[in-house]
Structure formats: structure tokens, C-alpha cells
């Protein structure tokens, strides 16, 4: 039953495209069905960065860029090569953390370390609060606490009722702010918030996983805190061991913390810390597959507008529960690499150019961090004088049912709100608010890691309206992440092809805009990461 797709896709990337008489006239749900059927197949064992499945998935994407027509964005390749670090615990050694001369190994949750294979790291302590740091916020848990050679010791999280997008950028900032300051180290104590949505087993047992990271020109694991050397989860004996002698306990610290505005104060901890841990280091060579279609316009064709999706899932796992070991990711994120190609198509064929340049990239390792997009954004491949002005980011778009609406995750933080909602509402379709602000998407997909470079982007999805609300909860409390996420998932194909058209229009309105996105004037993340940009003001 499955060579089905896998030939009817073929056949499509074999198929030399014909002339579209109306811009989107080419979008089928019939095509975005085989690009799924291939990319999702058996054949390709779930497309795990670094492995065969995903270089095959890889050459597919390649392949239907040179059918459309489009450029290569590199001399000579479709590919960006990203060597991928692949750090393991060792299997002989336990890691540990020894607090006050006791090791703990139970209690503390460490992963491997790719930059220092075999590692003991020791020195004092102290306890930072959340651990934030914010200029624009006033914020700074570090203020009057020496630092220096020691480990900083933070709760998860961020204080209850802070915004969440603001929240989940400062905490993932922590380890920046700890290197600021001085720190070799960086302990957390999880938060009663964090072990509510994540079991302690449950972060035991993602610190056993693999540390991926990609290989730097000086061949060593990227990592954007390099003076950070130390990192553990302490939960339960080992965070009252850090805490002993302190005047406090783990209790008063996560009841202050479980209380609206709760900010813990740090203090010297008296415990002497050590952090023990052995690791194994493999490469793994993997790619981005990238295209361009020249803009036409000379005034903006240097300006380029990048539309993405991420390519890679999460391959095979023995540890599945039942007969099948194969995590297809026909959903996450076949759908999107699905409707990237759909627009590039939709675009070849209109048979009229963006103003401005757009780049396709169908990016790897996203499961593992985001890695392939950072890469591309700490590696950019735009020629000498070009600029990237803007982002959209194609990830998991729920297309089980007739959507009413779409989600443009960052719309509120630059113009390419207005831009989206003029588009699609242009196609018939509402732009509607974050309808889960709790959990900071913003700041957990692959567009994220060119916001940290100053560029203003936008996440979309399908919408909540109607049965949205209740396709997306079912398809994560069911599908997201298991072996079931396949082509047996009840695909509303003419919805897939709804959902291209409205991307299309979205990028050709970026494209053709007479002028740049801008981050909106006083909003965090332009003040954060573009300062000195032009801003726009917020309608």
C-alpha cells in the first residue's frame, strides 16, 4: 500500500512543470498528498538528521527545486553541509554531582558534553533566583552576587504571570546570563510548574538522550555559551543538599515561586560542588537543502525573504510501544516541507517574479535543537550586499480539517502582522491570536533562531476556530511525536491545498511590499536583538 505515494511522487518530481494561468491555479491537494506520501514513507525510516532516510528525503526536495526551475543559493549544490556532533554518555561511567563531599546520581539529571570528553568541574555555588537577566526588563538576578569560577544555581522557568513569549526567551537565555556573570556552571532546580508538565523521570530520561550540536570551523561543538562547562538538573536530596546550611529549603523556595510576581532572591550557597561525567563524541554529516528565485525587481532584489520548513524527524526508535518502530512525521513536518514546496511551485508557474528574492530552505535537525537553522542563520549564504528582511516558518500545520482561520506566531511584533492578515484575508482566511500564549511557541521553532539575529519573523499554523481547537489537542495528545503520525491520519487534502494558496499569498505580499518588514517600535524582541534597526510604529 505504500508504494502508491512513493511512485506518484516520483512521477511528480520527474514531471517538467507546465504553465499556470492563474498564480495559485497550481497548487492540488493531490500533489501536496505525494510530496507527503514520499517524505513520509517506510522507505525513509522517519528522516533522522545524519542518516540515509533523511539524505534521501534531502536529495527528493533537491530534486523537485531543479524541476520548478529555481536557482541554486550555492555554487554548484542544493545542499549546505552541517556536520552534526553527536555527544553520548559514557556506558561505563555515571555522572554525579558531589555536594558538600556526597555524590549524588539519582537525584540529578546530567547530559553529555561534547567539549570536554572526560570532565570533573568543581567550585562554590550560588543560588540566582530564576536566574534572569534583562536590560529593557530591569531585570537582574545576578545583581550584588559574586559569581566568579562558581556554579549559578537557578529554578526552571520564569515568575508567574510574566508574558510568556518574554518568560520563555529569558529562560532560555539563562546560560548567557550565568556566563555574563562569570559562571563555570549552571545547576536547575526544576520548578513545581516545570515537574507539572515534565515528570522527573521524564527529565531523567532525556538527559540520558543524545547532546547533538553542529561542528564549528574550528571543528568543536557549537554551543553559544562556551564559558558554561557544567550543566544538571537537582531535584529532591541533591537541591537541599545545595541549599543546606542556607536558611532555606527547597519547599519555602518553590512556594515563594508557585505565588504571581514570586522572585526568590539568590544568596551564597556553602556547599562545595562537584560535577563529574564522562562522554562519547560521533559525527554525523547532514545538509539544508536550499534554492532561490531571483527577484525582479533591481531597486529590492537584494533584499530576500525566507520561507522554511524543517525536513528532519525523529527516525527509528526501538523504544516505541508496539509493532511500530518508525517515526514517519507525515504531520511534523512532511506538511510543511509539503506546502514550501507548493508555494515554490505556485511561484515558478505564476509566471511573474516576487519584487523581492525569496529563499527556500528545508532545514535538518530541528528535533534536535533547532540546529540546521542555526547553522543557516550563523552561515548565511546570501551574496556580498544582499540582506535577509523577513521569515516564515512552516511547522506542523494540523490539515485534518476545513480551517477557518491561521496562527502567525511573532504577528504582534513587527509589520508582518499586517502583512499576513492582508494576504489571507485576501484568500477568504482570519489571522487570529496566539491561542496558546502559556507555551511561548514564538520562541520553540526554527524562524526563532534568525529572530536572535535581528530579523523579524513569523511561525504559521492552522487555526483554532471551529473543529481547529479540537484537530490540534488530538493531534498532540495522539499523534504528535509516536509512529502515528503517518499517512493513515485522516488528511483533509483540500484543506493542505487551501493552506498553500494562503502561504503563497502571504509571500508574495512580503515579496512585493514596497517596503521591509520592521519590528514594531518598543517591542521586546527588536529592542532585544535588532536595536538599532528602523522601527515601525504599532497600529
Do not use: C
Amino acid at each position: 500500500m505504500r508504494t502508491l505515494p512513493l511512485l506518484s511522487a516520483l512521477a511528480l518530481v520527474l514531471a517538467a512543470p507546465g504553465a499556470a494561468t492563474a498564480q495559485t491555479a497550481s497548487i492540488t491537494g493531490n500533489e501536496i498528498r505525494a510530496d507527503i506520501g514520499f517524505l513520509a514513507d517506510d522507505l525513509l525510516e522517519g528522516r533522522d538528521a545524519g542518516t540515509r532516510g533523511y539524505d534521501i528525503a534531502a536529495r527528493y526536495v533537491a530534486a523537485r527545486f531543479e524541476t520548478l526551475g529555481l536557482q541554486q543559493a550555492l555554487p554548484g549544490s542544493w545542499y549546505q553541509p552541517v556536520t552534526l556532533a553527536v555527544a553520548r554518555l559514557d556506558k561505563d561511567t555515571t555522572p554525579s554531582l558531589t555536594i558538600a563531599g556526597k555524590r549524588f546520581t539519582d537525584d540529578v539529571a546530567i547530559s553529555a558534553f561534547g567539549r570536554e570528553l572526560k570532565q570533573s568541574l568543581s567550585g562554590q555555588a550560588v543560588f540566582v533566583g530564576y536566574g534572569l537577566k534583562s536590560d529593557r526588563e530591569k531585570i537582574n538576578d545576578y545583581a550584588g552576587l559574586n559569581l566568579h569560577g562558581k556554579f549559578a544555581v537557578a529554578l526552571a522557568g520564569s515568575p508567574v504571570g510574566m508574558p510568556s513569549e518574554i518568560g520563555a526567551h529569558l529562560a532560555s537565555e539563562k546560560s548567557l546570563a550565568a556566563q555574563e556573570a562569570g559562571a563555570i556552571g549552571l545547576i536547575t532546580i526544576p520548578s513545581d510548574a516545570l515537574l507539572s508538565r515534565t515528570p522527573w523521570e521524564k527529565l531523567r530520561e532525556r538527559a540520558q538522550s543524545p547532546t547533538v550540536s553542529w561542528l564549528d570551523k574550528q571543528g568543536q561543538p557549537f554551543v553559544r555559551t562556551p564559558g558554561i562547562r557544567g550543566t544538571a538538573y537537582a531535584d529532591a536530596a541533591a537541591a537541599e543538599a545545595l541549599l543546606a546550611g542556607s536558611g532555606k529549603n527547597l519547599a519555602m523556595i518553590r512556594a515563594q515561586a508557585a505565588k504571581k510576581g514570586g522572585r526568590p532572591k539568590g544568596f551564597a550557597l556553602k556547599p562545595t560542588v562537584q560535577l563529574d561525567r564522562a562522554s562519547t563524541v560521533e559525527t554525523a554529516p547532514s545538509s539544508n537543502v536550499l534554492a532561490v528565485l531571483p527577484g525582479s525587481d533591481p531597486a529590492l532584489s537584494h533584499e530576500y525573504v525566507l520561507l522554511m520548513a524543517h525536513l528532519d524527524h525523529l527516525g527509528i526508535k526501538e523504544s516505541a510501544k508496539g509493532p511500530d518502530k518508525i517515526y514517519n512525521g507525515a504531520m511534523d513536518n512532511a506538511s510543511g516541507v509539503a506546502t514550501m514546496l507548493a508555494v515554490a511551485k505556485a511561484f515558478a508557474e505564476s509566471g511573474e517574479r516576487p519584487k523581492r528574492s525569496i529563499l527556500f530552505a528545508a532545514v535538518t535537525a530541528e528535533e534536535d535543537g533547532l540546529l540546521g537553522s542555526q547553522f543557516l542563520a550563523k552561515n548565511p549564504v546570501l551574496p556580498a550586499g544582499a540582506k535577509l528582511v523577513g521569515v516564515v516558518n512552516l511547522d506542523m500545520p494540523i490539515l485534518t480539517y476545513d480551517f477557518q482561520d491561521v496562527v502567525a506566531f511573532g504577528a504582534e511584533h513587527s509589520t508582518l502582522g499586517p502583512i499576513v492578515a492582508k494576504a489571507a484575508k485576501a484568500e477568504g482566511i482570519s489571522l487570529s491570536p496566539d491561542p496558546l500564549p502559556a507555551e511561548g511557541l514564538f520562541t520553540r521553532s526554527d524562524h526563532y533562531r534568525f529572530v536572535q539575529e535581528g530579523v523579524p519573523a513569523v511561525f504559521l499554523m492552522t487555526g483554532f476556530a471551529g473543529p481547529g481547537k479540537e484537530a490540534f489537542e488530538h493531534f498532540l495528545k495522539t499523534d504528535y511525536h509516536q509512529p502515528s503520525d503517518q499517512m493513515s491520519l485522516p488528511f483533509h487534502w483540500e484543506a493542505a491545498a487551501k493552506f498553500a494558496k494562503v502561504n503563497y499569498a502571504i509571500a508574495r505580499e512580503i515579496a512585493d511590499e514596497p517596503e521591509a518588514p520592521r519590528w514594531y517600535k518598543g517591542d521586546f524582541f527588536g529592542d532585544a536583538f535588532a536595536p538599532d534597526a528602523p522601527k515601525a510604529v504599532k497600529p
